[in-house]
């Protein structure tokens, strides 16, 4: 039976994949194993930013060299789910899924992915986009057992930089009818970035203008999986919610337990945080979106007493209205 | 006998003194009880932030219609410590501290101000520096009647931008002596940004190449002065020392009952914090104290549950290497 | 009959007048004769730029002390246009605008101003905007004597951050129908933003949302005036246009002479110029605006041969899309 | 004898190389002939500008799969002189020298590259750092035959961030001594950053953190060499120095022949251009290289028409303080 691994890795620079090729020199992980990649590289978050892509050639090229696969297999049934912005006090990282058969029984964490078709030419943000995502994240459910997933991430294509939100919105929203956490006929075109009373607060999605099609990664307990690992997810209702990033560690035992933490969030687009002004959404020489992982990311990473958080903004239908969410996977037993 | 008042007021902007105004139209205030200034305005926090200008320049002319004094006059004897950036979560806000004469008595928290000489030119960072501010806060100390005081904020002149950080390291040491905090041999020129275990826990220093003398306001219990609000400060000894921001809302009664709340604190050299690395020091576009603040701020500002919190980077010999402190002066009944 | 005097001058930060105080106190310029204001701050040139509401507010209170009149009366009469960003080899400057009564005889350059009636709300952008500049400065030219302006500056609200552009465009179309440069009939709402072969390159915008009316300064030779200043203006078709630089410079007599220089331009919404891929539009750190003052800047500076150059984005209907103008005042006697 | 060829592409990115694929795939070069690259990347030019890394990476992988050669291999063998930022007007590019053999006889422009042994900890911005460059640069010259070089780049180690300054002074110090520009007794450790009076302005340095050893190109004209390209190269005294651009243009025959434009600069460290103040050395949020690039690459760039001009900061001891050079390859033909 399988049985998911998850090992969390940093790097010196977004070409640095030395950690991951001891990883692999070491046994501890064979290159064929691993499923999955979910990061943060230390770039803008924006455009420009592209310190995703140099990590992911990076990583692609050293997978090749390992597996004898060409880098554009390896793409294409490997989800990399990077996120650009380490401000503050977070630390460039990636964590790795991986899937090892082991001769054991029971139930536990349990790891999906998948890949939906070309989304084609003037999709993205419309209802066909909302579709798409629906049936990508019900094909990984029902081909991974995962009956019902504790986080999903999904990476969109963007038609256009002015279309990123409508993307990331549309991508939210189809995962979440997939879920059953929106009703069908509510979660539709007109929804998107009007009606925010809509959202999964299990969903974390990422868009890109250079993305082809859906990818999703799916975790959740299934059964036929070999237990070790513990998921839990909060909704943070916003940036400051430090109830909801402690009640999500003791959940899991407590801080010391944790192997992975994620957070989505935005800046409150009233200009306010529970009364008082913010200044995020109006600083031309410092993008909102790294004042919100700066911020974001060092509430969720003190409660976890480390800076290797993935904080991703854009949360569109993800979590309540200038909240997120906050999530993470800890060893069941002492560490 | 004298009591201190504390009001705290938001701006829209770095030159809109309305809230101020305001709370003198209110009779809350009247405009001679205002005896210290502490805010936080929008700009970068760096040598080209005017906002801090702007925001004086309007508080002054605002307090000069409303008393006769002349501008200049007021700002000889009302220090005005102000600091740029509100990065993330945190809301511009001033801190007006007021003494009122009442029928009362008791022992409760006090105020004291003070300035110094005009440091000659070349004295920055020097022993003549250190001696200036220990001399400052000793005579705030014997003039205000705050023997042991709980928190001294000191704003010192930079003889040149390259100086900052000494010039900061000079007025901490400076106060750390007036303080007995450390050994009056030891914490000599020798020591500037050398000998970092020298350092005091409840010193705020910011410093300005535009600043003519030192500047210092101390809080702390007097006899004398009515009871009413209660000062508590902490070290931290990292950005993510959440458990000492709590330890400090604990103190004093809980979060709802903080009335202002400071904060100081640095990027750790080392580039590592709890051993992963962090990128604020190595950031060609974001200056690494827009990450500090962004960060340690949303830390205070989370478990505060308010946004207006004073931060401030630079925490050279304030605090532990790599962290700083913060404090809080909160209502003593229930508010 | 009345004279046109030019003063340009430079200071130390936004909320230094002393140059101004020095002109005034050498009786170079009497305080009532300055009738307008056109400068550059040092800011980002964008929303949270608070370099140009400093630095109004130190010329008003030093007006108001010179002349007797309340700041307010003082920004109620004399158009005061600042924008903010000198990136690059840009200097912060000031220009004075002043009028001097004198007995003499001729045809020279003369100055009008205008302010126009206070904008209703969600007026911004629409037919009734471009109206309103339109009659404002048609009333500032019939006023002033100025047949055929040369240069119109508008300062114009904006209703919304999001209507920047539009608001500049509907200015830009009120002020080119005024001058008869655009078809009256074609340069209406529909064709904001939308018909850019719709032009006016004698015409320099700014909004702002914290502008209540219009406000308008006009330059052009008029009967009545005494000689002794020129006036010059060219398009640019793109950013690179050295040659319109150079011919504005040899038709006023060669750049000793400048004693003020103008320009306007945009970064090329295509994403190219003259071929070539530029990264202005997509660089998160970096707003496109600062990209371009910079850019812009340096080329007419090179040729001017001083930094005191006010340059200005946002040129939606001011000279050839993906350009802009390049405007000059010269001494017409040798220096 | 040996032909020396340029080609300059465009990149939509910095992991883009497919023009220089296109160009192999052509025919129009071979992969073998590549001998030296210089060019720009669209990064912040700073110590977290990774652009270089991924474009110089993905290059690489690119002539690996194309000459068989491993990627260490052709690091090892060809100079890859990259610079980030693009600001303003400039456009991502790379210029690739290549040489091909060919039955003709002259004498013509010339290539020589070098690499320098690996530097030891501690040497950067010392006397051996100075005397290394010295050795590497007579060693290309004797090696190419290029007896009096028209332009030489460099790129060379630094031992620390805060030593790039002084690395990139003892790098051109040491050229210079190489070429003759300099006397050898001045040219010492001790004028390094200090006599600024002593200069080449036919070198171009570059220094990283993370490079090894020196690395040299050298071009000339040198006999046995095909004819058909012309170099030149002017002292700049100022970054408004345009009539040395037009100089260099006019020598070269116009700008319609240049094939590649390089140019060094810096901000005037009096903060003054021509007695104008100039903020680009204290603005918190704009690193003063990118205000540099911005401005010098649109005066060079506005006068070759063209914005793929190499445009580097960080021009010490290279060229007239305060100043730089500019250099230009044309076709000796009308293009």
Not at 45 to 50: A, I, M
Not at 111 to 138: S, Y
Not at 285 to 305: E, K, M, N, T, Y
Request: one cysteine or more; aromatic letters at 2%.
């Amino acid at each position: 039976m399988p049985r998911l691994l998850l090992e969390r890795v940093g790097m010196a620079h977004p070409g640095d994949v030395s950690a991951i090729a001891a990883l692999l020199d070491s046994g501890r992980l064979a290159p064929g194993e691993i499923r999955a990649v979910v990061g943060k590289t230390e770039g803008n978050g924006g455009l420009n930013d592209f310190t995703r892509g140099y990590f992911l050639q990076s990583l692609l090229h050293l997978l090749a060299a390992r597996t004898g696969e060409p880098p554009a297999a390896l793409a294409a049934r490997i989800p990399c789910l990077l996120s650009g912005g380490t401000e503050g006090v977070l630390s460039p990282h990636a964590v790795l899924f991986a899937v090892r058969e082991e001769p054991a029984a029971g139930r536990g964490l349990a790891l999906g992915t998948g890949f939906g078709p070309r989304l084609p030419p003037g999709a993205a943000g419309t209802e066909a986009h909302i579709a798409a995502v629906e049936a990508t994240v019900r094909a990984a459910m029902a081909a991974s057992g995962i009956a019902d997933p504790g986080l999903v991430f999904v990476k969109t294509p963007a038609g256009s930089l002015a279309g990123m939100a409508r993307a990331r919105a549309a991508a939210a929203l189809g995962a979440a009818r997939a879920l059953g956490d929106v009703p069908q006929a509510q979660a539709s075109q007109a929804a998107l970035l009007r009606d925010l009373s809509l959202f999964s607060d299990r969903v974390a999605v990422s868009a890109g203008i250079e993305v082809p099609c859906d990818e999703v990664i799916l975790l959740g307990e299934a059964p036929g999986w070999a237990p070790g690992l513990a998921l839990a997810v909060r909704p943070m209702r916003d940036v400051l919610d430090i109830a909801a990033v402690q009640g999500l560690a003791a959940a899991l035992g407590g801080p010391a337990r944790l192997r992975a933490v994620f957070a989505k969030g935005e800046p409150d687009v009233t200009g306010h945080i529970r009364g008082q002004r913010h200044t995020m959404l109006g600083d031309t020489d410092l993008d909102a979106q790294r004042h919100l992982r700066a911020a974001l990311g060092a509430v969720v990473a003190a409660v976890a007493g480390d800076g290797r958080v993935f904080v991703s903004g854009g949360a569109e239908h993800q979590g309540p209205a200038g909240g997120g969410l906050v999530a993470a996977i800890a060893e069941q037993d002492a560490p």
